[in-house]
C-alpha cells in the first residue's frame, strides 16, 4: 500500500487514472482518492477543518490557495513509511479534508459526491513527528520532516476561517459523501494471473466530460520507445472515441503481471497542467503494450509530477483484440 499514500489526502481531482488501488501499484478511482494532484483552481469546492485532540474546533481553510500553500509546506516526498502507529505517541490536531467531486468522467452516475480523508498528527515521546492520513479505502502512516511537524503544529500561523463550521458548508454544498464501491475488494480469480480484478466505474466518454477534465489534450502514439512519434490526435471527440474504444471494463488488474519480452508501443496523454496558471499541455501518464507469455498486458505509468511521492505505475491483462484495437492508431 505504499503507493496508496497520496491517494488519501485529496484536495482536488482531474487526472486520466480511472480505477482503484492494489498491493503493488495505484490507479484513480470514481472518487479519485485516489489522484493526485491537487488544485490552484479558485473555483474548487474543497476545504480543510483542524481540530484539536480535545474535539476543539481550531478553524476552518476554505482558501484555495491557502490549501495548496498547506500541502506543499507538507514535504510529502520525505515522509518515512511506518507499518503502523507506535505507542508512545499523542494525538494533536486532526486535519480532515473535504472536496467536491464533480468531474463526470470520475463519476459513475454523473451525480457529484464529498469526499472525506482524515491526516492525524502526532508527537511521540521521543519528540518525533507522525502522521496517520486516511479515508474509506486505504490508509498511510509515516514519519515526517521536523519541519513539516513544526508546521502542522501551529495550525494558527494558516489562513484559518473562524466564522463557519463545516457542517454550514457541508450543508451549503447539499451533497451526498463518497462510499467505496462495495465489490471493489472482490477478487476475480483467473487462470493467467494471480488475484486479478476487474475495473469497476465509468467506462463511456463524452466531448463535454473530457472538456470538463482538461479544454485541451492530446495523445501521442509511438513505437516501442519514444523515439519515433507515429501518429498524434488532438481532437476532443476522437480521444473520446479512441478512449471509448478501449473498452476498460474489460481490463483485469494483473499486480503480479510478468516482466515485458515484446514491447508493443507506448501511449502518452497530455491534459493541460493545474500545477500551473500557464495554458501548456503536460505529459500526464504513459501506458505502454507489451506481450509475454502469448498475454498482452499494459503498464500505466503516471509521473511523480503529479503524485509528490513518485510515480505511479499499475499492471493489467487487456484482451488481444483490445491489443490490437490500440495498435490499430499505429497504422
Known amino acids: 500500500m505504499k503507493k496508496c499514500i497520496m ?9 486520466f487514472s480511472i480505477v482503484g488501488c492494489g498491493d503493488r501499484t495505484t490507479k484513480s478511482n470514481a472518487s479519485d482518492a485516489d489522484g493526485a494532484y491537487f488544485s490552484n483552481n479558485e473555483e474548487k469546492k474543497q476545504f480543510t ?3 484539536t485532540a480535545s474535539g476543539e474546533t481550531i478553524g476552518i481553510i476554505d482558501n484555495n490557495k491557502e490549501i495548496e500553500r498547506f500541502v506543499k509546506q507538507l514535504d510529502i516526498e520525505s515522509w518515512d513509511d511506518m507499518e503502523q502507529l507506535p505507542e508512545d505517541i499523542d494525538l494533536v490536531y486532526s486535519y480532515i479534508s473535504y472536496e467536491v467531486i464533480d468531474e463526470p468522467v470520475f463519476l459513475q452516475d454523473g451525480i457529484p459526491l464529498v469526499n472525506k480523508s482524515t491526516l492525524e498528527f502526532y508527537i511521540s515521546s521521543k519528540g518525533e513527528y507522525i502522521i496517520r ?11 515526517i520532516s521536523e519541519e513539516a511537524g513544526q508546521f502542522l503544529n501551529a ?18 454544498w447539499g451533497l451526498d459523501f463518497y462510499v467505496p464501491n462495495s465489490d471493489i475488494s472482490d477478487i476475480e480469480k483467473t487462470d493467467d494471473i494471480e488475484n486479478a480484478r476487474y475495473y469497476i466505474g465509468e467506462t463511456s466518454f463524452t466531448e463535454e466530460e473530457l472538456r470538463k477534465t482538461s479544454e485541451e489534450q492530446k495523445i501521442q502514439f509511438y513505437g516501442a520507445d519514444k523515439n519515433t512519434l507515429l501518429n498524434e490526435i488532438d481532437d476532443i471527440s476522437e480521444i473520446a472515441q479512441y478512449l471509448n474504444g478501449l473498452a476498460l471494463e474489460q481490463w483485469e488488474y494483473a499486480d503480479d503481471a510478468p516482466n515485458p519480452e515484446e514491447v508493443e508501443c507506448q501511449i502518452a496523454r497530455f491534459m493541460l497542467s493545474r500545477h500551473s496558471n500557464e495554458k501548456e499541455l503536460k505529459e500526464m501518464n504513459t501506458q505502454i503494450l507489451y506481450k509475454s507469455d502469448g498475454n498482452y498486458y499494459i503498464e500505466e505509468i503516471i509521473p511523480g509530477e503529479y503524485s509528490d511521492r513518485g510515480e505511479f505505475i499499475t499492471y493489467y491483462q487487456v484482451s488481444e483484440e483490445i491489443a490490437k484495437y490500440i495498435l490499430s492508431y499505429l497504422e
Do not use: C, S
Open 7 to 15: 491517494l488519501v489526502f485529496i484536495l482536488a481531482v482531474g487526472m
Open 49 to 51: 477543518e483542524i481540530i
Open 133 to 143: 492520513d486516511y479515508n474509506q479505502e486505504v490508509e498511510a502512516i509515516a514519519r
Open 155 to 172: 495550525p494558527e500561523d494558516l489562513e484559518l476561517n473562524k466564522n463557519i463550521t463545516a457542517k454550514d458548508i457541508l450543508d451549503g
